[in-house]
């Protein structure tokens, strides 16, 4: 007994199994579920089964492309509540996304009411909009009835639904499909039609085909908005043979002119999935931003169609150098991934080559042709032995009159009754030259239909129509019992189904021609801004507070200019629209500032901190005209320094490039071009001293060396100069002077120097 009893400690062995098996096996459940059930497309049909679904409902609703439309709520209800177990919302989406002809390249709804648009905005709510299918959705659904593809039960077995649709041609290239499952993904573009059936007929020549050659036939994707593929064709060949790669898809853009040389640019098709209205927005915060300066305006001009008009700043810009800046920056060129991971027989996930797409939907309309064969097959079979039935009725018609007329149970009689030569019906040979049929008894389905017969096919005409319906269906019963038989007029026959499609959705079908064109896009080289500003002379002005401004000119820089209450002058100086100016900060970071980008002089500037990320508690300690090839004296207020390649400094980013190491309450002072053999620096304690420049090191970054040695205090000032010329300052009386015999002051790097000359400013500054 005591082995029947489970302990606290030991739980039942029924109830406890592996951490790992259970999350395995339940992981492993979804992901399957996930794979199969939602995000991969069947290689035959090129479907999900939300799609297949909404398709196989609307077909049940009888709403053909020339009949009547129903409320979309309607549509996603019955497919919810029949076929699809899940939200109403989602069944939704993916209806309004088939009737959208800027996503499906050939939309398999045809949509009324409002179903979003090309700019992201949403389709209107399902009891606003109406839908039935188009004459795509109903080729995709030829031959339901005649048991073309297997059907199985519903979620929840009251209803059957189809695993798969006949689909005359390959939708899941024509129309693509993209999708996220456990571990894998796919995402395959929109092709031509015709193109396909081409190729698939190609294949149906030459089973051996190699991939490139298909090439030939489909030569890249068709996007439903159009645009320009740019991708070199070996690069497309290596996608397509491998089932992965990528195309590069621009804008189609032309040059419209103005007049008097004014010119602008019109963008009439976009890339695909792209949104315009934040492809706008993203230009126009490349006009704020001044990242393309170059580019001066852009607005949407579009009705039914794509108009988006794009202005240069000058009429001197080259549109080439124009539209390749956006290019870089913006989606008017994009990158469409290839993955072209499908189910191959609605089963097994796998990346597979154009070629093998298409020979499993080969092998699937030959699957449906066999199957719908042999259903006309057994039709007919049915149908000749009713006719069989039909003729002996009229060939013994009083008799089967008695039986129907006297007899309590006519339809047993009917099949025990000896139809041979007993009861034939004497007949002139000129009236009636058909033999009559063999002895024997009728069958109960013969038996049933003859008892079915309307009195007014008793007439003479019907017995011709009958023995001419019954010669016409022997002679179909022949071909196709000849097609089950050789698989070589199977493929004739499926040659001639694609020849029809290609016809019907080809160049004649309301946008099957070729949206999407080829051309050479050559590698977008980087503009220098430099390049792409026109050179104007400014003049540079930067308050106390930090307020930056560019004046236009070269204006007098003693010139009085307003400021803010409490601000004033700081830094004056002329430049160019096309100069870069470099900001040095207190941090010892320094900042790049392009001068096209500085506000315009007629206010008070904005903060020079909302340019780059200067912190609040650093300082500007000078900006300065950025020049290739000079070099930069950089010190601290603690008396280190050294000289650094001006070309070094210069930040790709806002948040600047850190050059100066400073610590603690260290700060950095002093950033000067060098220019001369000598460099001079004084202390707090107006001490100078002057040393050979070769004694000061070139570093990229770093704290520096000792420039002056201090007992008290720091370093106050620095700067460079060549010996001949002598030092200057400015005295009290603002007056230049210059001292040439320095040897009083001349020592080695790191020395303490010695008292200031007589006349050497209060400031203790050399400038």
Known sequence: MADDIDTPDMPPADLSEPLRRALGERYLTYALSTIMHRALPDARDGLKPVHRRILYAMRELRLTSTGGFRKSAKISGDVMGNYHPHGDAAIYDAMARLAQDFNVRYPLVDGQGNFGNIDGDNPAASRYTEARMTAVAEAMLEGLNENAVDFRENYDGTLTEPAVLPAQFPNLLANGSSGIAVGMATNIPPHNIAELCDACIHLIKTPDARDDTLLNYVPGPDFPTGGVIVEPPENIATAYRTGRGSFRLRCRWEVEDLGRGQWQIVVTEIPYQVQKSKLIEKIAELIQTKKIPILGDVRDESADDVRMI???????????????????????????????????????????????????????????????????????????????????????????????????????????????????????????????????????????????????????????????????????????????????????????????????????????????????????EEVPIEAMIDREPITVVCSQMGWVRAMTGHIDLTRELKFKDGDGPRFIFHAETTDRLLVFGSNGRFYTVSAANLPGGRGMGEPLRLMVDLPNEAEIVTILTHQAGRKLLVASNAGDGFIVPEDDVVAQTRSGKQVLNVRGDTRALVCKPVQGDSIAVVGENRKVLVFDLDELPEMGRGKGVRLQKYKDGGLCDATTFARTDGLSWLDPAGRTRTETELAEWTGKRASAGRMAPRGFPRDNKFT
């Open 310 to 524: 794009i202005e240069p700043r000058s009429r001197s810009v080259d549109p080439e150098v124009l539209m390749g800046m956006l290019f870089r920056n913006c989606d008017l060129e994009v990158r469409f991934s290839l993955n072209m991971n499908v189910l191959i027989d609605g089963l097994t996930p796998k990346v597979c080559s154009m070629k093998e797409v298409l020979r499993a939907f080969l092998d699937h309309r030959q699957e449906v042709l066999i199957r719908r064969s042999t259903h006309r097959l057994e039709k007919i079979d049915h149908r000749l032995e009713v006719l069989e039935g039909f003729i002996v009725a009229f060939l013994n018609l009083d008799r089967v009159i008695d039986i129907i007329r006297y007899d309590e149970d006519p339809k047993a009689a009917l099949m025990r009754e000896d139809w041979g030569k007993s009861h034939v019906r004497a007949m002139d040979e000129a009236d009636y030259v058909s033999p009559p049929p063999g002895e024997g008894e009728l069958s109960e389905v013969q038996a049933e239909a003859i008892l079915n017969m309307r009195l007014r096919s008793l007439r003479r005409l019907e017995e011709m129509e009958l023995l001419r319906e019954q010669s016409d269906l022997m002679e179909e019963r022949a071909g196709l019992e000849d097609l089950l038989e050789n698989p070589q007029l199977q493929w004739d026959s499926i040659t001639a189904q694609l020849r029809e499609t290609k016809k019907q959705f080809g160049k004649e079908y309301e946008g099957g021609a070729r949206r999407t064109t080829f051309a050479e896009g050559a590698v977008i």
